[in-house]
């Protein structure tokens, strides 16, 4: 029998805000261990939550991002269990009316290769709802540690429809949620920092069937590769078990990275009543209209609509939009030097080819910012304006643009500094020519022969020869009227 | 000077402190003898600091001799029910659990009297995590009400009740979710008043029910009440549940608010139950208002009788979520017999929680389980809206309602003890007020045949404090029982 799988995602989210969600504590990742609490955040006798506007306004602008309907009220609910990395034993979160109902995430699948566009399909959304995050607990050998400096902060949990079929799906949502969230400065979205976390709903049904199966919840997915793995094992193990004639247990399972499996944890007979009810320190929050268009004026137009207009605007190839659309930053940077010099294709290869490249190498920690580097829009600008009036070649183009991301100089100033002008004089290339042209019989011979691919070899000696400033186009005709 | 001047109210020795009659030193000094003396057999409190207060009354005679005087209260001792968080000061709320806890930070209420000048004079006993009503519950120790000290002070906060009735204390603080100024108040024969929910800030108030708690002063007079009213009530940016409005001036609309008033008495809370010698006192009390003047009209509330268990489901079900921090992984008693997490939990908790707390986390843990979150939680809040809607009609026709505060005078320590039931019912009169989270007002209005004191409650418009306060004061101006001391 054929077999189809279902996939629901709960993914949480951690907002980038200065403070915490109810309190005005900082939190940073990597810091002392208890530094970054208060009363409210260890839950100290008397302490009260005070909601953070701003996580309000982050978690709207993703419902926004992702077409949410964005209820005029939400509310805050207690979800109890004990367990020590929570300091007061219930976690402040929204049940029955969260922040955003509804919505989807437009994915895109992988293409056939990967320089070619796959398929965009949408993910249906449950919910968006927000809530705050535990603490972080340690076990060496009989001894548990607790660090509560990231209890309290703000997470978002994005919980999908049961919508996806496979790994590649669930590949592409992620990396689509992230790419938007990362785009609208929403989080960071760095699983291996917790910054993001992701359960999967998993069950499996003859294919063709409504019904769905009996769901598995599966947990510990701590890196994207970890959610896809954990998902097409457990789909198999799902099909196995039904294929050898068992039955699916509803249970939360672990996926084993290490061992590249998935483990039971626990039944649903073991399953938590977490008696939810409205935290009554809280009032619920009325989000108008205004507020909410207000928001929404605000939003900046998203990638995939970006890529879309960037394919009509500038002819740019998929390779190049799929690098520049999904960073604001790096849009913006390409699209203001666009305009400074309309050459969108050579400006783009400049930016995919030579900046990015050196950026990735130039960082001490990692790659180094955009905002950070010494080439600037208008010197890329620039830049095509020389190869675009034959003043530079494009080979030297890229020396140019090594000495600009060292020392943020002008282009014009560099070729004049360095005497990097293209030579165009004619006589001067017949020299080189006729010189090239004695000392390769055997390209020569080859090109004669009919083997025009040949003359690359003869053309290269001579660019070598004028130290790469000879106009390569005036090397070409030269040549060949040479050979004729 | 007087050698009584801890009978005094704070509006007599705030004249004595200004005219130099008196220094703040010698208040707090006359405070603490006075306390010494009769401590062993009241016991209203469970920690005092001496030299502190007598330093920081040091500090406020200095503040009057500069002309740099804070506030009426400035130099006036003040006790705190235990059960208020100040930096560095042991927060019990008379439980084992929090037997050696000291808080590391001040609740709003408490910080705003110390920035007044007041002199934070002690902690008071309560019943553990203010549930009860007659300190019995106290994980520590009982209090003796003055008037006889084979009886309960009332309580939650009997302590406090009972260090004011004493003169342990000039003013003290409280806090009332459902009766626990009050009730105490009237069982002690002082003023307790129960804010609007929302005027003053719940920030360091250890929860106990939080859409019913709230702080509340208790004194020997209305104007003292009122004076204390004046510098705790009033927005807070650390409580969402605090109320943003302007505080008007309640000394001054005391004097200014003579009435007459339209006055309602609701005849549910006159039925059976109500001991008829306490009974003589209300009625003699709607008398006085109507000889002077006050139309008084009869009014019901018809869904009175399910105050009692829309409270009982909503308190318990807010309790078990607020207690379940106490949990021993950080900063409460731990069991030295545990072995796990699960373990820490079970036993830390059996170990450290009294049987009236262990008894609402049970039931409170039940009405918000699932399957019967509907039947009792959300029935109970809907019980909630008819209470308040009884009085939204009722005050659309009449200014304030006249009740008695406690069906009885003050009962015999141990004689409710073990009938919990028994004891709920003694908050009967108190409660609905908390359930719609009105201001009510507990005054002296006689002494029974055994010279206890008895309660009249008067019950206002939400954030009417001010009216409230003038109608607690006109009766009191008529009716100065302050006046009458306890013999010790």
């Known amino acids: 029998m054929e077999y189809e799988a279902v996939i629901g995602l709960e993914v949480h989210v951690q907002l980038g805000t200065k403070t915490k969600l109810f309190t005005r504590v900082p939190y940073a990742y990597g810091a002392e261990p208890n530094t970054l609490t208060n009363s409210v955040v260890l839950g100290l006798p008397g302490a009260l939550p005070v909601m953070n506007l701003q996580a309000i306004r982050d978690s709207i602008r993703v419902g926004l991002i992702f077409n949410c309907q964005i209820p005029e009220i939400c509310k805050w609910d207690r979800k109890h269990y004990f367990y020590p990395d929570m300091p007061k034993n219930y976690q402040i979160s929204q049940y029955d009316k969260p922040i955003c109902q509804g919505g989807e995430v437009e994915i895109e699948l992988p293409g056939s290769a990967r320089n070619i566009m796959g398929k965009h399909r949408m993910v249906k959304l449950t919910r968006i709802h927000l809530e705050e995050d535990v603490g972080k607990l340690t076990h060496i050998g009989n001894e548990s540690l607790v660090d509560y400096n990231r209890a309290g902060t703000p997470l978002i949990e994005i919980v999908t429809e049961p919508d996806m079929h496979n790994a590649d799906e669930v590949f592409a949502f992620l990396k689509s949620l992230r790419m938007h969230l990362l785009y609208a400065g929403i989080s960071d979205c760095d699983m291996e920092k917790g910054q993001m976390r992701c359960d999967a709903n998993i069950s499996v049904r003859p294919k063709g069937e409504r019904k769905l199966g009996t769901k598995v919840e599966l947990k510990n997915l701590n890196s994207i590769s970890g959610v896809c793995n954990g998902v097409s094992f457990e789909i198999k193990r799902q099909i196995e078990s039904l294929e050898s004639g068992q039955r699916i247990l509803q249970e939360t399972r672990r996926w084993d990275a290490e061992g590249g499996i998935t483990i039971s944890m626990r039944s649903k007979e073991m399953a938590h009543d977490y008696r939810y009810f409205p935290d009554p320190d809280l009032m619920p929050v009325k989000i108008s209209k205004e507020w909410r268009e207000s928001i929404r004026a605000e939003q900046p137009e998203l990638p995939f609509i970006k890529q879309e207009r960037f394919f009509q605007q500038y002819d740019l190839p998929y390779s190049v939009t799929s690098v520049i659309c999904p960073d604001k930053e790096l849009s913006d940077y390409f699209e203001e030097a666009v305009s400074l010099y309309n050459q969108p294709k050579m400006i783009a290869n400049f930016i995919v080819n030579e900046l990015l490249r050196e950026l990735s190498v130039a960082g001490t920690n990692g790659s180094l910012p955009l905002a950070e580097s010494k080439v600037k829009p208008h010197h890329l600008a620039s830049l095509a304006k020389l190869v675009d009036q034959s003043v530079i070649s494009s080979q030297i183009a890229k020396e140019v643009f090594n000495e600009i991301f060292k020392t943020g100089q002008n282009p014009e100033k560099i070729v004049e500094d360095k005497d990097l002008k293209q030579n165009t004089d004619t006589s001067a290339i017949e020299k080189l020519c006729a010189d090239a042209i004695n000392n390769n019989p055997k390209a020569v011979a080859e090109f004669k022969s009919g083997k025009d691919n040949a003359i690359n070899a003869i053309k290269g000696q001579v660019m070598k020869a004028s130290q790469g400033k000879a106009n390569p186009k005036i090397i070409d005709e030269i040549l060949r009227k040479l050979l004729a | ?488």
């Open chain 2, 1 to 488: 000077m007087s050698n009584e001047l801890f009978f005094k109210s704070a509006a007599e020795l705030g004249e004595l402190l200004d005219k130099k009659e008196i220094s703040a030193v010698e208040l707090i000094q006359s405070v603490i003898d006075r306390t010494k003396k009769i401590e062993p057999r009241v016991q209203a409190f469970l920690a005092t600091n001496e030299e502190k207060v007598i330093a920081e009354a040091k500090a406020s005679d200095e503040r009057r001799a500069a002309g740099k005087k804070l506030s009426p209260l400035d130099g006036i001792p003040v006790a705190t029910k235990d059960i208020l968080a100040d930096k560095g000061v042991q927060l019990t709320c008379a439980s084992k659990i929090l037997k050696n806890y000291i808080s590391p930070y001040t609740s709003t209420a408490i910080e705003r009297l110390r920035d007044a000048g007041a002199i934070m004079w002690g902690r008071t006993n309560l019943d553990e995590f203010a549930m009860g009503s007659s300190v019995e519950n106290s994980a520590f120790q009982a209090t003796h009400n003055p008037w006889d000290l084979e009886r309960i002070p009332g309580g939650s906060s009997g302590g406090s009740s009972a260090a004011v009735a004493a003169g342990e204390t000039i003013i003290a603080l409280g806090s009332d979710t459902g009766g626990s100024i009050r009730q105490p108040a009237a069982l002690c024969g002082v003023v307790g008043l129960k804010p609007t929910y929302g005027l003053v800030s719940r920030y360091g108030l250890a929860a106990f029910a939080s859409s019913l708690d709230q702080i509340g002063p208790f004194a020997r007079t209305v104007k003292d009440v009122a004076s204390t009213l004046q510098i705790i009530a009033g927005h807070d940016r650390y409580d969402s549940t605090s109320f943003k409005a302007n505080i008007p001036n309640y000394t001054e609309s005391i004097e200014k608010n003579k009435g007459p008033w339209k006055l309602g008495v609701p005849k549910e809370y006159f039925g059976e139950g109500l001991n008829p010698e306490v009974r003589v006192f209300i009625e003699k009390a709607i008398d006085f208002y109507k000889q002077q003047g006050c139309e008084i009209v009869e009014v019901s509330l018809p869904n009175a009788d399910l105050a009692i268990p829309a409270y009982y489901l909503t308190a318990t079900a807010e309790a078990s979520s607020n207690l379940a921090r106490y949990d021993g992984i950080r900063y409460t008693h731990r069991s030295s017999d545990a072995t796990d997490a699960i373990d820490i939990y079970s036993k830390s908790r059996a170990e450290g929680f009294g049987d009236e707390v262990k008894r609402r986390i049970i039931l409170g843990t039940y009405v918000l389980s699932s399957g019967y979150y509907d039947a009792y939680y959300v029935r109970a809040q809907k019980v909630r809206t008819l209470i308040r809607r009884d009085f939204e009609q009722a005050f659309q026709r009449v200014d304030a309602l006249l009740t008695p505060t406690s069906p009885t005078a003050a009962f015999k320590i141990g004689e409710k003890a073990t009938d919990p039931l028994s004891m709920y019912l003694s908050d009967i009169y108190t409660i609905s007020i908390n359930l719609a989270g009105l201001p009510g007002i507990s005054i002296p209005c006689g002494f029974t045949n055994n010279n206890l004191p008895v309660g009249l409650q008067i019950i206002g418009k939400p954030y009417a404090e001010a009216q409230l306060l003038a109608i607690a004061d006109f009766f009191e101006k008529a009716h100065p029982h302050y006046t009458k001391n306890p013999s010790l």
